[in-house]
């Protein structure tokens, strides 16, 4: 399905680069994801879809609603400001959950648990 | 002319989306931990919203931004609950 909306030639070209620039980073993001090697690295890829990806298409998206409803349309600011606030949050999340268990089986790989004292079973 | 050019990268841009979302869903079938999986699936619904917004875009409607916000704080809501999951092995203690 290949349609567009009818936009001034200014305003078709601007959403044009950031609709394809964010898909582009994006992309570049997920390609990361299956590709990185270890889960520490994984965890830093798709951020990049997330924030630069997201606040280029919500640009796109402000550009072309603007324009079209001709008086300024802002609340796209909402999604960018909520997913903003949250990627960090849940990626933190998520890398803890992954360090206690990568600690907890006892792997090499992964820096120890500085809160207890040196010298605790060989490997504080 | 110009609208030729945005409706061809538009229709781009949801190629490269889609590819993105299939990296993302393939690291969460195959990855080797739960924690992978996790992160595909966080991958895959940031994708969705995303794919999302350049349909609204596409279409010149406004509804597809409200389902793009309720995807983002429902999958917001779901990585939580299952980072807790990995962490604790239950959600609410």
New interface residues.
């Given amino acids: ?7 001034p ?1 200014w305003a ?2 601007l ?3 950031f ?2 620039f ?3 980073v ?2 570049i ?3 990361g ?2 590709k990185l090697n270890s ?1 520490y690295e ?2 830093h890829a ?1 951020t990049l ?2 924030t630069l ?2 606040g280029a ?2 640009i ?2 402000v550009i ?2 603007s324009v ?1 409803q001709s008086r300024p349309v802002i ?2 600011i ?2 960018s400001v ?2 903003t606030l ?1 990627t960090p ?3 933190m ?2 890398a ?3 360090l ?2 990568d600690r907890s089986e006892g792997r090499k790989d992964v820096p120890a648990n500085f809160s207890t004292p040196p010298g605790n079973n060989g490997r504080g | 002319m110009t609208t030729l050019l945005l409706s061809l990268s538009i229709t781009a841009a949801q190629i490269l989306l889609g590819f993105a979302m299939l990296c993302a869903a393939s690291r969460m079938l195959r990855g080797p931990r739960a924690q992978d999986r996790v992160l595909g699936f966080d991958a895959v619904y940031v994708n969705a919203m995303q794919l999302l917004l350049t349909f609204g875009i596409q279409t010149g409607r406004i509804i597809y931004f409200e389902a793009a916000l309720i995807i983002g704080l429902l999958g917001f809501v779901s990585t939580v609950a299952l980072a807790k999951f990995l962490m604790r092995g239950e959600v609410i203690e």
Avoid: K, N, W
């Fill in positions: 399905m290949i349609q567009a909306p009818d936009l030639a078709a070209l959403t044009a680069f609709v394809l964010g898909a582009i994006t992309a993001g997920s390609f994801l299956l889960f994984r965890v798709p879809g997330t990806g997201i298409l919500l796109a998206s072309c609603f079209l609340h796209e909402l999604i909520f997913v949250t949050v849940s990626l999340l998520l803890r959950a992954a206690y268990r």
